[in-house]
């Protein structure tokens, strides 16, 4: 028997773990999950499937500050659960070439029978120009060594400049498998009806991989503990994310209690933000990441 990886990458807020829940009911076979976020607290584990043995990998990305806990996971994943495949859902900042050189290297010396079945990265396509503009190869990266690329939010966009966007993509990179409609609308079983039918990667070593640690271009803050909110509150913050006294806020995620006992789930970047209801009880905390955070005035919010 052997273990397949399946790498879901993405720049910060693109749904990856929406994509998961989707997927992973309709997948064969047994599944393990590997959640990494560059954040001090762990947010994406807590809303997936809880009976997936999942391993939680906080405060740095698994391509450069926490690769030996990235090695660990995997080894002890395999070892103990003998999954099936194991997905790794690499933090929003990851440098994917780094992360598939790593997943390579275990492979090539386990005796596990691990190996690397799918590269994937999401990309949403209404903020590909601003972020490529913004930041260039390190955004690049996860496009350029992917072998699949789903699109999302074509809705923001008239057909000319997506298939501007489509063009751009296919020149950063010419082999990968690209879904050219939107997978927010496909069920988990056409997706994986889809991964099913692309041949597993080859890996490329001649594609160089970044080598910028996240830390040296992102900065994080990390909330345990906050106060409670209302409905009107939430939506006033989601709000006032976007103000440029708060800093260059790319993503802003968390679980938080209502005054009225329930609890909610929030999801923030520039250009689409939102909040649901989810069961509780949860533990309340939240991660902000992105450029010259006012961490006090941040902390203000969520404390006060």
């Not at 440098?95 to 275990?106: M, P, Q």
């Not at 029978?113 to 690049?140: A, M, Q």
């Amino acid at each position: 028997m052997s273990t397949n990886i399946n790498i879901i990458s993405g720049f910060l807020g693109v749904g990856k773990t929406t994509f998961l829940k989707k997927i992973i009911p309709h997948m064969n076979g047994k599944i393990a999950l590997i959640e990494n976020e560059f954040g001090s607290v762990g947010i994406d584990g807590d809303l997936i499937d809880d009976k997936l043995p999942i391993k939680e990998i906080s405060a740095g990305c698994i391509c450069c500050s926490v690769i030996h806990d990235f090695e660990k996971a995997i080894e002890e994943l395999t070892l103990s659960y003998k999954p099936d495949h194991i997905l790794i859902e690499p933090s929003g900042v990851a440098s994917l070439s780094d992360i598939t050189k790593i997943c390579k290297k275990i492979c090539d010396s386990s005796q596990l029978g691990i190996k690397i079945r799918h590269l994937i990265t999401i990309v949403d396509i209404s903020t590909f120009d601003d972020y490529f503009e913004e930041f260039g190869n390190f955004y690049l990266d996860q496009i350029r060594n992917a072998h699949i690329i789903f699109l999302s939010h074509f809705d923001e966009m008239d057909d000319q400049e997506v298939e501007k966007v489509i063009s751009k993509i296919r020149s950063n990179n010419q082999s990968a498998f690209i879904l050219k409609e939107e997978w927010y609308s496909y069920g988990g079983d056409k997706i994986i009806e889809i991964l099913n039918t692309i041949q597993d990667c080859e890996i490329d070593y001649k594609k160089q991989p970044v080598c910028m640690p996240a830390n040296r271009v992102f900065s994080t803050l990390s909330v345990v503990n906050p106060r409670f909110f209302s409905e009107a509150e939430i939506e006033k913050m989601l709000v006032a994310l976007k103000d440029k006294e708060w800093g260059f806020i790319i993503r802003a995620k968390g679980i938080l209690e209502l005054n009225t006992n329930q609890f909610i789930h929030f999801n923030f970047t520039p250009q689409h933000y939102h909040w649901e209801y989810i069961e509780g009880p949860r533990e309340p905390k939240a991660t902000i990441i992105g450029c010259n955070l006012n961490n006090e005035r941040i902390l203000e919010w969520f404390q006060k």
